[in-house]
């Protein structure tokens, strides 16, 4: 996951872009910020700390396809 906001990094066209990487029900959570080059989480952490069964990640999930989808209709305009 990280490769692939490397990979783009240069040509995101929004201050910052959530991202989400899941293996089984576990998740891992991303944000890259444009004006920093921040992305997080860092490297060397334990990636999926989110488990999809959870409520809490469920509704980050949710949180996050709403960000997304706000972008993409804002770009549509």
Same mark, same amino acid.
């Given at each position: 996951?990280?490769? !692939?906001?490397?990979?783009? @990094?240069?040509?995101?066209?929004? =201050?910052?872009? =959530? &991202?989400?990487?899941?293996?089984?029900? !576990?998740?891992?959570?991303? $944000?890259?910020?444009?004006?920093?080059? !921040?992305?997080? =989480? =860092?490297?060397?952490? @334990?990636?999926?700390?989110?488990?999809?069964?959870?409520?809490?990640?469920?509704?980050?999930?949710? @949180?996050?396809?709403? $960000?997304?989808?706000?972008?993409? @209709?804002?770009? &549509?305009?």
């Amino acid at each position: 996951m990280r490769d !692939r906001f490397r990979t783009f @990094q240069h040509s995101v066209g929004k =201050p910052r872009l =959530p &991202g989400i990487s899941a293996f089984g029900t !576990r998740l891992a959570f991303y $944000e890259y910020v444009s004006a920093t080059t !921040r992305l997080t =989480p =860092p490297a060397i952490v @334990q990636q999926w700390t989110h488990d999809l069964l959870d409520a809490n990640s469920a509704t980050r999930i949710l @949180q996050v396809a709403q $960000e997304v989808l706000a972008m993409c @209709q804002a770009m &549509g305009n």
